[in-house]
Structures are given as C-alpha cells and as structure tokens.
C-alpha cells in the first residue's frame, strides 16, 4: 500500500467504530422500547429520522471537505457523532432519544471522506487509483467485521452488566469519543482546492428535494402516517424540486454538485448502480428477517427464532467482508469495470435463486452468500470508483453521491416492500405473516436491481476506473 498504509491503518479503526455504530444498537431495541415506555412501531421513527438526516448533511460535509480539508470535515463529523453517542446514553423521553439517533446519523459521511482522504493522497503515484480501490475494500471489512462485533457484544454486555442500558449504551459513545482523538492525532489533511465556494442556494434545494423524497417515502413505513395520496404527492414534488435543482446547478459557476460531471459515462453508472444496490442492500433486510421467522407450517418461510434469524444475518455479514476482501485483494490485477459488472451480476444471480430456491436454510443461506459477495465488492467499489472518477476538488462529493444515492434507494424500496408484505395476493394466509407472493416480489426486484445495474455499467468506458498508466497502455494498444 506505499506511502498510503499508515493512513489505511487508521481508517480501519474508525471504519470498525462506524461498524459497531450500525450493529450494537439492534439487539438491544426492545430493552429501549421498555426504558422509554413506547410502542415496538415506534422503532421505525429512529431509522426513518437518521436516513433523513444523513441524507441531507452528506452532501453538504463532502462538499465542505473539498473546499477546506477532509480531515477537518471527518473530525467534526465524528465530533458530532461522539455527542449523539452520549446523549443516547442519558436520553429518557421519545423525542430527545430521536433527536440523539438522528444526529448520530453524522457517521455517514466518515467513508466518503475517508476514500477522498486516501485518493488524494495517492493521486500523484501511478497506482494511486488502484490502491484507493484496494483501501476501499479493507475499510468495508472493518466496517462489516464491526457490525459483526457490535452486534454480538451488545446482548452480552447488557447480561454482564446487570441489564443496566445506560451502561450498555456507554460502550459505543466510548468507542466514537476515542475515534475522534485517532482521526485528531493520526489522520494528515489533505489539500483542499483554493478558490472555491459553498452553493448555499444548490445546497438548500437539494435538501428540499431529499426531504420530499425521503420523508414522503418514510412516511408510508410508519404506522398510521398519513395516506398514500400524501406520500405521493410528497414523492413527485421531490422529483420537481430535482428537476429545479439541475436546472439551478447548471448555471452555476461552482455547483453544490457538478451535473456535467455526474453525467459523464464513467460516473452516471456507478451513482445508478449506488441507487439499485441500495434496494437490496438496506430495503431488503426487513423482509429477509421476517420470511425466517414465518411459520414453514404456512407452506413457505424458515420458522426460525431469533437467535437462529440473527445467525442467518451473520452469515450474511460474513458474505459482504468475503465480496470486499475479494475486491482488495483482486483490485489491482483485474478490469475495475468487469470487477464492477461482475459483483452486480452476482447481487442478481443470488435474488433471482430465491424464486425457485427459498424453502430450505441451506438454499437461502446460499442465495445470501452470494448475492452478499457482489454486494460487498460493490459496497467497497463504488465510492473509490466514484473518487477516480471525479476531478480534483470533488472527490469526497463524488463519493459522497455514492452513500446518498445508495440512501434513497434503500428508502424507497423499504417503503415499496413494506407495503406489498403489507397487502395480500387474493387472500391472507395468516393474520400476521406476508404473503408469499410478496416475499417473491421483493426478490424479483433485488434480482432485476443487480442486472440492471451489471447492464448499465457496461456503458462505462473500458479505461475508467484504471491507473493512468493502465489508460496509457490501452491508448497506445488501440493507436498500434
């Protein structure tokens, strides 16, 4: 890794904390339920109020750690983060808990910024590009590694202290307090474009069109929201402001986001592949868990309990750190572009094996393992392809596009497939359990989801991505 390794090192430290972050908190959701004396549904308010703040502050950060340093950006998101952390802990109301999760959201951005870190610093070596694409792949690993571990240290820090939550919730504030010194003290800065300027006016519309969007979709997950007349109008009104928002950007002399850029052919695909993998990746967890646990007795599902549901998520984990290891270690030899079209393949080969292949553990487990490598070699993939892909001064907001597209396609899958489990094909089976007909639904989407995109990165060119010595060599090849 050169010159790079040390910077690497650290990033796998916080990539881990960011791991924990996102599997610590889950197994413990019924005990917060208790201590805040809600309702089990109101579990979805937390998750609907953090996808909408990081989908609305990971434009804004990238864009400020292009213009002023990305370290600074990382320390002040990770700041920020360590302050939810610990308001989680002495949160006792509904709201101020929601408030707290909500701004712990800021962890987002730390990959985005992490990936601009490292190309930029790599990006006057040879195999700058490849080596940002290999460094990618091991910070998912320690990004997966610590969901893995978060998830499975929470129960058991929670039994060892008595049951005491406040206690048990002070594991991870601690974690991101001691993050922040590391990003402080370990990380260089990188070095910012001189000259630029914050787009307030791009920025507050694209707020207000990621807003629109995803709180429109949000809404149709949460119990007792409002109609599906509201949540529409909500969505085409998103698509409206959208519309406005590139119509803005493109008469401005230093956009918020460089629509000229994003449709470039060596960018469009990847931000397109972001938003599909997102479909699966975050829409489609909800239902996979749910389809274990239904009663086999129904003629369909797993009939698992929770331990056993938990494990079936392990192996999947497990898969995505397998799919990015694959990515690091295969980065630097292979084509980027079949690399990329490839793990997509494989996201729609692994849902398309449900359909026929989905009443026995071992069948679904297998259809996870491999729909989980692509994703994890995408998940490593996109933001360092996105980085290369961008000019210098827009790195992190390139990779940054990546995470916030990836947001809103899980978004609106989550609400589409929550409300197809919702419905029943001519008749419920059981009061309770989603028809089976929405559970095949859900996997037909994932699995046109990972072709399509496998399909529309083939318009990428078969130079990008690569070194420029790589670009040179198939330029001279193609001249002889």
């Given at each position: 890794m050169g010159v790079t390794a040390g910077l690497i090192g650290w990033f796998l430290v916080v990539e881990l904390v960011s791991g924990i972050l996102q599997g610590y908190y889950v197994p413990l959701f019924s005990d917060i339920v208790i201590a805040l004396d809600i309702h089990d549904s109101d579990v979805n308010w937390f998750e609907a109020g953090q996808l909408l703040l990081s989908a609305l502050v990971l434009p804004v950060l990238a864009k400020l750690g292009d213009m002023f340093g990305h370290k600074k950006?990382?320390?002040?998101?990770?700041?920020?983060?360590?302050?939810?952390?610990?308001?989680?802990?002495?949160a006792d109301t509904f709201w101020t808990f929601l408030l707290a999760w909500s701004l712990q959201g800021f962890y987002v951005v730390w990959l985005p910024l992490e990936i601009a870190l490292i190309f930029e610093r790599g990006r006057r070596q040879a195999h700058g590009v490849s080596r940002t694409r290999r460094a990618a792949g091991l910070l998912v690993v320690g990004l997966?590694?610590?969901?893995?571990?978060?998830?499975?240290?929470?129960?058991?820090?929670?039994?060892?202290?008595?049951?005491?939550?406040?206690?048990?919730?002070?594991?991870?504030?601690?974690?991101?307090?001691?993050?922040?010194?590391?990003?402080?003290?370990?990380?260089?800065e990188s070095e910012p474009v001189p000259g630029r300027r914050l787009d307030i006016?791009?920025?507050?519309?694209?707020?207000?069109?990621?807003?629109?969007?995803?709180?429109?979709?949000?809404?149709?997950?949460?119990?007792?929201?409002?109609?599906?007349?509201?949540?529409?109008?909500?969505?085409?009104?998103?698509?409206?402001?959208?519309?406005?928002?590139?119509?803005?950007e493109l008469r401005q002399p230093d956009p918020a986001i460089d629509i000229r850029v994003l449709v470039q052919p060596q960018m469009w695909p990847v931000q397109a592949t972001a938003f599909l993998v997102g479909i699966s990746l975050l829409g489609a967890q909800g239902p996979l868990t749910t389809y274990a646990?239904?009663?086999?007795?129904?003629?369909?599902?797993?009939?698992?309990?929770?331990?056993?549901?938990?494990?079936?998520?392990?192996?999947?984990?497990?898969?995505?750190?397998?799919?990015?290891?694959?990515?690091?270690?295969?980065?630097?030899?292979?084509?980027?572009?079949?690399?990329?079209?490839?793990?997509?393949?494989?996201?729609?080969i692994g849902y398309a094996l449900f359909l026929p292949f989905h009443l026995e553990l071992w069948q679904v487990l297998l259809n996870l393992s491999i729909a989980g490598i692509g994703s994890g070699a995408l998940v490593g993939a996109m933001p360092a392809a996105a980085a290369a892909a961008a000019p210098r001064g827009q790195?992190?907001?390139?990779?940054?596009?990546?995470?916030?597209?990836?947001?809103?396609?899980?978004?609106?899958?989550?609400?589409?497939?929550?409300?197809?489990?919702?419905?029943s094909a001519g008749a419920a089976v059981a009061a309770t359990a989603a028809p089976l007909f929405g559970y095949l639904t859900v996997w037909t989407v994932c699995a046109a989801g990972g072709f399509l995109a496998a399909v529309l990165l083939?318009?990428?060119?078969?130079?990008?991505?690569?070194?420029?010595?790589?670009?040179?060599a198939v330029g001279?090849?193609?001249l002889l």
């Open positions: 950006i990382l320390l002040l998101a990770a700041a920020l983060t360590a302050g939810a952390s610990w308001w989680l802990v002495f997966q590694a610590g969901a893995i571990l978060g998830a499975l240290a929470a129960g058991r820090l929670f039994a060892a202290s008595g049951e005491h939550l406040q206690l048990t919730l002070m594991i991870p504030a601690i974690a991101v307090t001691l993050v922040t010194v590391v990003i402080w003290l370990g990380v260089p006016g791009g920025f507050v519309i694209l707020a207000f069109a990621l807003l629109l969007v995803t709180g429109g979709l949000s809404f149709l997950r949460v119990p007792d929201g409002p109609g599906a007349g509201v949540v529409a109008a909500l969505v085409v009104a998103g698509i409206a402001a959208f519309a406005v928002f590139v119509w803005y646990g239904t009663d086999s007795a129904l003629g369909y599902g797993l009939g698992l309990d929770a331990t056993d549901r938990s494990n079936v998520i392990g192996v999947y984990l497990v898969s995505l750190i397998v799919g990015a290891v694959l990515f690091a270690l295969t980065s630097r030899r292979a084509s980027p572009r079949l690399m990329l079209i490839g793990a997509a393949l494989l996201v729609g790195t992190g907001i390139s990779s940054a596009l990546t995470n916030t597209t990836k947001t809103i396609g899980g978004t609106f899958a989550s609400a589409i497939f929550g409300v197809v489990l919702a419905g083939m318009f990428v060119p078969r130079v990008a991505f690569a070194d420029p010595d790589a670009e040179a001279q090849a193609q």
